[in-house]
């Protein structure tokens, strides 16, 4: 069962929805629940659960693309290998240590960030825009790993997040050192 | 005496604040209304947990309970705007380290661009692909 999450406004997210016409379930988080709840700071990002309710890989990023795994530095197909492996269950299931290898820890300073955005998202829903705004900023300035607090307050902000201030964001962030994905190794 | 609305990880409640030097105090009452949590002689509670307030300097002082030393004594982020009158207190950090020991997926519910609501618990027997995207 594949259940994919706009983190996003429903407006937003619906021309691309109404465009892939899916028979999974298609959800809409704009509060960026799946951020606090699974500690996830930037999309695509996807997570295996297995019929149990198991974490059997957690949040990872991954593409249906070459050309979008390229922007992670990965292969899709490397990355669709093994999920086909494990969809039909000719993976080993991995063991619990294996899995929290991959699991970033949660900082206060993320934890704070979101509180912000969560803070921010609800000004910004009464119409208190310049507050808002200035809630949004203080989250990307405690957490600048955080693109979903970074950039998916662009369209909120009416800034393109394909613009000029992403790109200048992107840049910097890059020229510190820093990758824009961290991909989990293939195996 | 001053308005709050007190937003639990976005679950607004309007309670009655009063803010000095020491910062921002509400009543007992309105933590319980706002939040869910009781305070008994035992402590603050909710469910089976009791969480002791004694020996918490700044805390307590007539009834009433410091924010920050709540959401401190809570172990939740609090993010505030006073001159917004508005403040948010998101999940424990303990919730998502508690994800990390368990490695159980964290339920949720949310909903379709019909409305509808969804919760992955829905699909507990199924392998489930959660595909987090945007258009940003």
């Known amino acids: ?187 | 005496m001053a308005s709050l609305v007190l937003l639990d990880v976005g679950k607004p409640t309007e309670v009655e604040a009063t803010i000095d030097v020491s910062g921002v105090w509400i009543n007992s009452a309105d933590v319980e209304a706002a939040l869910g949590w009781e305070l008994k002689p035992e402590g603050l509670c909710r469910d089976a947990i009791c969480i002791p307030v004694e020996g918490r300097p700044g805390l307590m002082s007539d009834g009433r309970m410091n924010l920050e030393g709540l959401a401190d004594l809570l172990g939740r982020p609090l993010a505030h705007s006073p001159e917004e009158g508005v403040a948010y207190m998101g999940p424990p950090l303990d919730l998502f380290n508690q994800t990390i020991r368990t490695l159980e997926a964290p339920d949720f519910t949310l909903p379709d661009l019909e409305g509808q609501l969804h919760s992955l618990s829905e699909h507990r027997g199924s392998k489930v692909l959660l595909v987090a995207w945007a258009s940003w």
């Open chain 1, 1 to 187: 069962m594949v259940i994919t999450v706009a983190t996003d406004r429903a407006d937003d997210a619906r021309s691309w929805i109404e465009r892939a016409n899916p028979t999974h379930p298609t959800l809409i988080d704009e509060h960026h629940r799946l951020g606090e709840l699974y500690n996830m700071v930037n999309v695509p990002t996807v997570v295996w659960i297995d019929e149990t309710g198991r974490i059997t890989r957690p949040n990872d990023v991954a593409f249906t693309t070459e050309k979008g795994g390229r922007y992670a530095n990965v292969s899709t197909d490397e990355q669709m290998a093994l999920l086909r492996g494990w969809v039909r269950g000719s993976l080993p299931p991995p063991s619990d240590d294996d899995v929290r290898k991959k699991v970033t820890p949660l900082s206060e300073e993320s934890s704070l960030a979101r509180a912000h955005f969560g803070l921010g998202w609800w000004l910004h829903r009464e119409g208190r825009f310049g507050a808002a705004e200035h809630q949004f900023s203080i989250g990307g300035e405690l957490a600048p790993d955080d693109f979903m607090v970074r950039r998916g307050t662009m369209p909120l902000r009416g800034s393109d997040p394909f613009g000029p201030e992403f790109v200048e964001m992107v840049t910097d962030w890059l020229g510190r050192g820093h990758t824009y994905y961290l991909p989990l190794p293939v195996e």
